[in-house]
């Protein structure tokens, strides 16, 4: 049984390595916050609740919408420190994150789709494969399944969207569409790899299994 992740072995020890320069830098700050009753999910939520104005000022402000979108990232990587500093840091909480951790994404690309600043169809499809690559990447190493490097795209993004926010460029269908080609890849990556892992394991009983004899 492996990890609730969606990171490659190359990067896994990269992202270890910042994960404890993040816990050396603001641990210390964060610790206190445990005489509150304060929980590591608590502040996922709290990043996930900046998501709403940030989807509310999205147009009409985005300079003021970058904020709120950066501080949802920043509390985002604040909630596995504190989970370490505090000894909660547990599986369940790692699934939180992971699906914590992309629902800026999905509500980045719906907020494109809505107000028009993209193909509704390539960016709708991009968020599929985005997804998809995702939960197959998590799947890869909770199977003990070797998982090829993914191209990250949500970082990209958010950069894109902060450059659309002060300068008025609009990049959002060239990276929708080139990056739901190289997701593709990925999700077929994955998939395939799976098949051969899950093809070499047999049928476990279930309700259709035929009785014994």
């Known amino acids: ?16 390595a910042f994960a404890q320069a993040r816990t050396r830098w603001i641990g210390g700050a964060v610790k206190p916050l445990q005489r509150l ?21 999205f147009v009409s402000h985005p300079g003021l919408a970058s904020l709120f979108l950066l501080t949802s990232i920043l509390l985002d990587g604040v909630d596995g420190v504190y989970a370490r500093v505090t000894g909660t840091a547990t599986e369940g909480g790692a699934l939180t994150d992971v699906c914590a951790d992309h629902v800026g994404m999905i509500v980045t690309v719906l907020l494109v789709i809505h ?9 709708a499809y991009y968020a599929v494969i985005y997804v998809a690559v995702v939960a197959l990447s998590v799947l890869q190493n909770y199977a003990g ?13 958010y950069l894109l969207y902060a450059v659309w926010a002060f300068t008025g460029w609009n990049g959002f ?4 569409a080139v990056f739901s080609v190289t997701m ?6 994955s998939f395939f790899r799976l098949k051969r892992h899950f093809s070499k394991i047999p049928p476990q009983p279930g309700p259709d299994s035929p009785l014994p004899s």
């Open 145 to 157: 399944v070797p998982l090829q490097v993914v191209i990250r795209t949500k970082f990209p993004l």
């Open 115 to 123: 107000h028009g600043l993209a193909n509704a169809v390539v960016a």
């Open 37 to 57: 009753g304060i929980t590591a999910d608590h502040i996922t939520l709290a990043g996930l609740l900046l998501l709403i104005p940030y989807a509310w000022f």
């Open 184 to 189: 593709t890849i990925n999700a077929l990556q």
């Open 1 to 16: 049984m492996g990890s609730l992740n969606d990171f490659a072995d190359v990067e896994r020890g990269r992202q270890e």
């Open 173 to 176: 269908f060239a990276l929708f």
